[in-house]
């Protein structure tokens, strides 16, 4: 017989906020954990369980580094010119609105673009036991539905331009990945099982390619220079290193998870600079009571790779693992433990964080503070929610909001 924890993390699946394919943690866990901390906290019940870890197996051992260098970056096109925002310092005073979704209103935000004027998002799932998602992208106030051929549709980031990128699954082991450009669904070249996670205002995207048929957890990170560009395998740090490329800054910079094939060893942030000849693995970095063990990226922005760290991970206290928010500073090679704690999110321009913080609500975290955002005006729900998409000046962020384990619906929050 399935655990409650197991059904509930069913009913879950279409809130997962990380891609159908290679996830960068073990989501049904994570999703597991959290719905039970929350059940814990209304019936008073005690324990906690370690945050899911990345979920992924080591690559062949013939796949070693090429050599190559990572591409230089594309051409940038023309973005849309933004609007104009609130000047001076972020005092930390938002609102929150819900977007406007056609038809059945839920649905969630999944990824933006750095100015906020782009979101992109997914609907609930449409019948009984069934993984098939529409795809939204708003501008603005606008929204448009997007549809991709498969199931476990999602678009996870959009570039300044409007240009979006995602994956949708084929068949049970097999992802693709997809450009969508002004309403037009484009296929990437090449890849037939693998997935686009991210893209850079030069219309550069990195994802990831499975190697073996039938086992999506083989895989490699890539980068398509274009939407109508062939795939290529970026150089590994080793033989049997593994993982995806989540991340690309606008400078060319790719962000990858990667692990070395050893199941006991921890995840860990892997680098590319443009024209660099081999891949940086970054340190881990160091927390309150020393080195951490773990250190999960979540993005790359401006230059900051920012992410969530954790230590003694063996021995799980009974208020659960603490997770640090961390920001390294790429051009330094500085990391800085943020003041906080975050469980998933993402970060900005400034190596700000924003996401499910400490206490099961959304919220940003930056270099001197932590804000709790607030709800739109007559929600009914709780504050329980994420955020998926931050812009550069901390004035956009688009996430979504809970009722219930089923009822979400899709925020823009806008601050000054």
């Known amino acids: ?53 990345l979920a992924v197996a080591a690559l062949p051992a013939a796949l070693g580094g090429d050599g190559r260098a990572a591409p230089a970056p594309a051409s940038s096109p ?19 609105g819900l977007l406007p979704v056609p038809g059945d209103p839920r649905a969630a935000v999944t990824g933006g673009d750095p100015d906020g004027r782009w979101l992109v998002g997914r609907r609930a799932p449409q019948g009984q036991g069934r993984m098939d998602f529409g795809l939204l992208i708003w501008k603005g106030d606008g929204v448009r539905e997007v549809e991709l051929p498969g199931s476990m549709q999602e678009l996870k980031d959009v570039n300044r331009a409007g240009l979006a990128v995602g994956s949708s699954s084929a068949s049970p082991n097999e992802r693709r990945a997809w450009a ?44 398509w220079d274009s939407y109508r560009s062939q795939p290529v395998d970026l150089p590994l740090p080793g033989p049997q290193w593994e993982g995806a490329a989540i991340d ?45 063990d773990r250190f999960l990226p979540l993005s790359l922005a401006g230059g900051w790779v920012t992410g969530t760290a954790e230590r003694d991970t063996k021995v799980v206290p009974r208020n659960g693992i603490p997770s640090y928010p961390v920001r390294i500073d790429l051009r330094t090679g500085q990391a800085e433990v943020l003041k906080g704690v975050l469980w998933a999110g993402i970060g900005n321009g400034q190596g700000w964080l924003a996401g499910w913080v400490g206490d099961d609500v959304p919220g940003v975290i930056t270099d001197t503070r932590s804000v709790k955002l607030p709800v739109p005006d007559g929600w009914r729900g709780g504050r329980q929610g994420s955020v998926n998409s931050f812009s550069d000046d901390a004035r956009v962020l688009g996430g979504k909001l809970e009722r219930d384990d089923q009822d979400v619906r899709p925020v823009r929050w806008t601050c000054r």
């Open 180 to 223: 969508v450009r002004d309403g037009e669904v484009i296929g990437l070249p090449v890849v037939t099982s693998g997935g686009a996670t991210a893209v850079n205002d030069a219309g550069r995207i990195v994802g990831y390619r499975n190697l073996v048929p039938g086992k999506p957890w083989n895989q490699r990170p890539v980068v």
């Open 248 to 292: 690309i800054d606008e400078d060319g910079t790719i962000l990858a998870v990667m692990s070395d094939g050893h199941p006991d060893k921890p995840p860990r942030a892997v680098v590319w600079r443009p024209g660099a000849v081999r891949p940086e693995v970054l340190p881990l970095p160091r927390v309150p009571g020393g080195k951490a």
């Open 78 to 96: 023309s973005p849309s010119v933004p609007e104009p925002r609130p000047t001076g310092p972020w005092q930390g005073v938002c609102e929150a």
């Open 1 to 53: 017989m399935r655990t409650d924890d197991e059904q509930v993390a069913d009913r879950l699946r279409w809130l997962d906020d990380e891609p159908a394919g290679p996830p960068r943690i073990d989501l049904p866990r994570a999703m597991r954990e959290a719905r039970r901390r929350r059940r814990n906290r209304r019936v008073a019940a005690a324990g906690l369980a370690a945050l899911g870890v």
